[in-house]
């Protein structure tokens, strides 16, 4: 009985680091998309000067 709640524990854990990794790596994704928007904007306004 003790050796399913390990087993049940370790897959729960497993997916848990699964999400935590896919959620920061869109988070990730998305700030630098952001910073690539933003350095295209000032180099357009660094041109216009």
């Not at 524990?9 to 997916?15: D, K």
């Not at 699964?18 to 790596?25: A, E, H, M, R, T």
């Amino acid at each position: 009985m003790l050796k399913n709640l390990y087993l049940y524990l370790f897959v729960i854990s497993a997916l848990l680091a699964v999400l935590i990794y896919f959620n920061g790596k869109k988070i990730i994704d998305k700030q630098e998309s952001k910073i690539q928007e933003l350095e295209l904007e000032i180099e357009k306004l660094e041109a216009e000067n």
